[in-house]
């Protein structure tokens, strides 16, 4: 990891550079909720992570899929409440109760490629496959 570390701010510049051609490309998708950077904080986008929304076209599990056909892989890393797994349902410090917007979001979320890799026409291809199966 220590050789690692001074390429660290390359690959954080790289990854916030695919991350803001995928919000401009990906925007006002209908049915795509993009991820946004709060005022006044920064990001090292280690993870793209839109929202597929009740009135997309696709649901998240049929747009990951479309995206495999298509070459482009995704992950849903975070399909679950934190409650539903073992090690934390009987935890003392999580709090069971209702949690309908979480309970949404763990339906919803699907990361996109951002890493440091990708050049321009990757996230570019990236953007064109989830246009296109988004409609």
């Given at each position: 990891?220590?050789?690692?570390?001074?390429?660290?701010?390359?690959?954080?510049?790289?990854?916030?550079?695919?991350?803001?051609?995928?919000?401009?490309?990906?925007?006002?998708?209908?049915?795509?909720?993009?991820?946004?950077?709060m005022a006044g904080r920064d990001h090292v986008w280690h993870q793209f992570t839109v929202l597929v929304t009740e009135?997309?076209?696709?649901?998240?599990?049929?747009?990951?899929?479309?995206?495999?056909?298509?070459?482009?892989?995704?992950?849903?890393?975070?399909?679950?409440?934190?409650?539903?797994y073992p090690c934390y349902a009987e935890h003392p410090l999580v709090v069971h109760g209702e949690t309908p917007v979480?309970?949404?979001?763990?339906?919803?979320?699907?990361?996109?490629?951002?890493?440091?890799?990708?050049?321009?026409?990757?996230?570019?291809?990236?953007?064109?496959?989830?246009?296109?199966?988004?409609?």
């Amino acid at each position: 990891g220590l050789p690692q570390l001074a390429r660290y701010p390359e690959q954080v510049e790289r990854r916030r550079r695919n991350a803001a051609r995928l919000v401009e490309r990906l925007d006002g998708l209908p049915g795509l909720v993009v991820p946004r950077v709060m005022a006044g904080r920064d990001h090292v986008w280690h993870q793209f992570t839109v929202l597929v929304t009740e009135g997309a076209r696709v649901d998240r599990a049929e747009l990951a899929a479309a995206m495999s056909e298509r070459g482009v892989g995704s992950g849903i890393y975070y399909p679950r409440l934190v409650t539903e797994y073992p090690c934390y349902a009987e935890h003392p410090l999580v709090v069971h109760g209702e949690t309908p917007v979480a309970a949404r979001v763990a339906r919803q979320c699907l990361s996109l490629p951002v890493h440091g890799g990708l050049l321009p026409d990757d996230v570019d291809r990236v953007a064109d496959v989830v246009r296109e199966i988004m409609g």
